[in-house]
């Protein structure tokens, strides 16, 4: 049984799990680092994971034993399913040529920022208390500004080639450009998740949470890891932030929004999609096969911007619920 280069049969040889029952006729859902198909055996339901670019093993192993540990300390995320040998990859295509990842399946919904936030700070807080030392430095996706050049650059090209998004990024550009000032250096390294979107933290079709996509774990500051969740699933609601906040510092999350600069990893990851979203327009890819793919993407920023009003209000909100 094979779609998509994917062969079902080796798929599940190789990572042991049973017959093969059906799999599913094409990708049930679409990340910007891989797709994922259903695959059903005699065993159970499964993940199976292919990611766009090529990610070495010894990556994935770090990724995946902090997915592993945080399993274990209670944090709700798929279990990992790995080859006989040990490993995360198998190649499991019809030439050899197509490397995946397991995990047991689990029903989600659609992504929601605006879940239960008392739910989302526990479940961040208790990544964070893993408190595992960080393997490597930070990543610059999450700690280096876009830079003004650069967005100067980007709107001429989406200008010249009549990008429907072009005037809408112009009008932030001096917002984004004003809040890369405030980015600062890493207080502290810890390894971290460094994905916390709505889109990896999802109720399950039972109404808890489960977090997925880990590999972009590493090196990040659990404060600023803070924060950038914070702006997720708060945005202007301050009652949604305090919440958040309160909820996170009672299940002993070491982390604590207290400054500008401790939203860097927001402002910055968001800065680089941005920009990604809309050289992807430019020159599709297969993170962004479409230029209605990159437009969907961009337009998540334009719809609730991260302004410096926005995060400055956010910023009182928490600051309100420390005070005695």
């Known amino acids: 049984m094979i779609q998509w280069g994917v062969d079902a049969e080796v798929v599940a040889r190789c990572f042991g799990l049973g017959r093969v029952v059906r799999l599913s006729d094409g990708p049930v859902a679409r990340g910007r680092q891989g797709q994922v198909w259903r695959l059903d055996t005699t065993?159970?339901?499964?993940?199976?994971?292919?990611?766009?670019?090529?990610?070495?093993?010894?990556?994935?192993?770090?990724?995946?034993?902090?997915?592993?540990?945080?399993?274990?300390?209670?944090?709700?995320?798929?279990?990992?399913?790995?080859?006989?040998?040990?490993?995360?990859?198998?190649?499991?295509?019809?030439?050899?040529?197509?490397?995946?990842?397991?995990?047991?399946?689990?029903?989600?919904?659609?992504?929601?920022?605006?879940v239960d936030p008392a739910l989302v700070g526990e479940v961040v807080a208790t990544i964070h208390r893993?408190?595992?030392?960080?393997?490597?430095?930070?990543?610059?996706?999450?700690?280096?500004?876009?830079?003004?050049?650069?967005?100067?650059?980007?709107?001429?090209?989406?200008?010249?080639?009549?990008?429907?998004?072009?005037?809408q990024l112009a009008d932030l550009r001096?917002?984004?450009?004003?809040?890369?000032?405030?980015?600062?250096?890493?207080?502290?390294?810890?390894?971290?998740?460094?994905?916390?979107?709505?889109?990896?933290?999802?109720?399950?079709t039972d109404g808890g949470l489960c977090v997925i996509d880990w590999e972009e774990s590493g090196a990040a500051d659990p404060s600023m890891e803070l924060a950038a969740v914070l702006f997720e699933f708060g945005r202007s609601d301050p009652g949604?932030?305090?919440?958040?906040?309160?909820?996170?510092?009672?299940?002993?999350g070491p982390g604590a929004v207290t400054r500008r600069g401790q939203f860097s990893m927001l402002i910055a990851q968001l800065g680089h999609i941005t920009a990604t979203a809309s050289a992807d327009w430019l020159s599709p890819t297969p993170r962004s096969p479409s230029r209605a793919a990159a437009h969907e993407w961009v337009?998540?920023?334009?719809?609730?911007?991260?302004?410096?009003?926005?995060?400055?209000?956010?910023l009182a909100a928490v600051r309100a619920a420390s005070t005695p």
């Open 43 to 114: 065993d159970g339901s499964w993940a199976v994971k292919v990611a766009f670019e090529a990610v070495s093993e010894e990556a994935a192993a770090l990724s995946t034993e902090f997915q592993e540990a945080a399993r274990r300390a209670g944090v709700p995320t798929p279990e990992v399913r790995r080859t006989a040998e040990g490993a995360v990859f198998a190649d499991v295509g019809t030439d050899g040529a197509v490397p995946v990842r397991v995990h047991v399946w689990v029903d989600l919904q659609p992504p929601d920022p605006l």
């Open 130 to 167: 893993l408190d595992r030392p960080a393997a490597g430095p930070p990543d610059p996706w999450s700690t280096e500004p876009v830079g003004a050049e650069h967005w100067d650059t980007l709107v001429a090209d989406l200008r010249a080639a009549r990008a429907p998004f072009a005037e």
């Open 174 to 204: 001096d917002e984004l450009v004003a809040l890369e000032g405030w980015i600062e250096p890493p207080a502290v390294l810890r390894t971290c998740h460094r994905d916390l979107w709505a889109d990896n933290v999802l109720l399950t």
């Open 240 to 252: 949604r932030a305090r919440a958040l906040v309160e909820a996170y510092a009672a299940a002993g």
């Open 299 to 314: 337009r998540e920023v334009f719809q609730e911007p991260h302004t410096r009003r926005v995060l400055e209000e956010l």
